[in-house]
């Protein structure tokens, strides 16, 4: 069992900032990688961005060159960082993690306003 807990979400004007945090906890050793997804209201989750455990990131194409993913081993936590944030990434961001199951946070509300 893999537990996850996201936190750092919050309330941003057009073009701010913000980052994101996961802590995991459990079978650490047994995650392969870390996503993050997000799920605005009345939209399907979508995927985000992935870390996986030899430190390649992919993006989706809507926040390449605006978010990073990044990982924190000591602490077992990743992070988004998100710049140049715009009203469409308004969503609650969920953290993910693949081992042998998916694992899922409970989710951190981004609101983005214009």
């Known amino acids: 069992q893999v537990q996850l807990v996201e936190s750092g979400g919050g309330l941003v004007q057009a073009g701010g900032s913000l980052r994101l945090s996961c802590a995991a906890s459990?079978?650490?050793?047994?995650?392969?990688?870390m996503s993050w997804s997000r799920q605005a209201p009345g939209k399907q989750r979508e995927w985000v961005a992935t870390i996986t455990i030899g430190g390649s990131t992919l993006y989706t194409n809507s926040v390449k060159g605006r978010f990073t993913i990044s990982r924190d081993n000591a602490k077992n936590t990743v992070y988004l960082q998100m710049n140049s944030l715009k009203p469409e990434d308004t969503a609650v961001y969920y953290c993910k993690a693949r081992s042998e199951g998916d694992y899922w946070g409970q989710g951190t509300q981004v609101t983005v306003s214009s």
């Open positions: 459990g079978r650490i050793s047994s995650i392969n990688a």
